[in-house]
T-cell receptor, first 113, second 118 residues
Framework: EAGVTQFPSHSVIEKGQTVTLRCDPI?????LYWYRRVMGKEIKFLLH????????ESGMPNNRFLAERTGGTYSTLKVQPAELEDSGVYFC???????????FGPGTRLTVT | DQQVKQNSPSLSVQEGRISILNCDYT??????FLWYKKYPAEGPTFLIS?????DKNEDGRFTVFLNKSAKHLSLHIVPSQPGDSAVYFC?????????????????FGQGTILTVHP
């Protein structure tokens, strides 16, 4: 079974530009989560999809961040326009309903200069 | 407001000895606790978990202890091996919703860097 995959692995953009991160969850996993880790601090929750619906987006920093999961499969997280404080590692995770354990992807390291 | 705290940024242990990583939480709604291990340039990997109805869970060299009254949990690794060197994150989850829907977000601590010396 393939794990959670994320693309790209690393992105360097200038302040004000747009970046789109992609996550492909494990096949059959209805739940998809986005997290972010900034500057070696804790991993912080951003949002949670159940299939194509946003279950919880309480962790989204502001309206410059837009997450979608069309068709309930892969998800994208767009940052527009990017700011310096958006730099960090963005992780995607997935699991089935009724499961506490989440399976994480390798992350996308975003650097905004 | 940090609801899950790992107060030791780093821990250094000799191979073969015990590693003890600690975690404290403040939110009484947390019902399930997990430990994740993370190597550089990789995502966190699930290691072991414990439900709030238990006080101990063991899996091979890894044991997690939960003290609900103190809102404290710890991860014991015995014996420690050089390959255990990684960042360890404690995470907590709230109780699942009635009706069995998804369990939702994890709240993580800051992580503890464990170094096991040969």
């Amino acid at each position: 079974e393939a794990g959670v995959t994320q693309f790209p692995s690393h992105s360097v953009i200038e302040k004000g530009q747009t970046v789109t991160l992609r996550c492909d969850p494990i096949s059959g996993h209805d739940n998809l989560y986005w997290y972010r880790r900034v500057m070696g601090k804790e991993i912080k929750f951003l949002l949670h999809f159940v299939k194509e619906s946003k279950q919880d987006e309480s962790g989204m920093p502001n309206n410059r961040f837009l997450a979608e999961r069309t068709g309930g499969t892969y998800s994208t997280l767009k940052v527009q326009p990017a700011e310096l404080e958006d730099s960090g590692v963005y992780f995607c995770a997935s699991n089935r309903g009724y499961s506490y354990e989440q399976y994480f992807g390798p992350g996308t390291r975003l650097t905004v200069t | 407001d940090q609801q899950v705290k790992q107060n030791s940024p780093s821990l250094s242990v000799q191979e073969g000895r015990i590693s003890i990583l600690n975690c404290d939480y403040t939110n009484s709604m947390f019902d399930y606790f997990l430990w994740y291990k993370k190597y550089p340039a990789e995502g966190p990997t699930f290691l072991i978990s414990i439900s709030s109805i238990k006080d101990k869970n063991e899996d091979g060299r890894f044991t997690v202890f939960l003290n609900k009254s103190a809102k404290h949990l710890s991860l014991h690794i015995v014996p420690s091996q050089p390959g255990d060197s990684a960042v360890y994150f404690c995470a907590a989850s709230p109780r699942g919703r009635a009706g069995g829907t998804s369990y939702g977000k994890l709240t993580f601590g800051q992580g503890t860097i464990l170094t096991v010396h040969p």
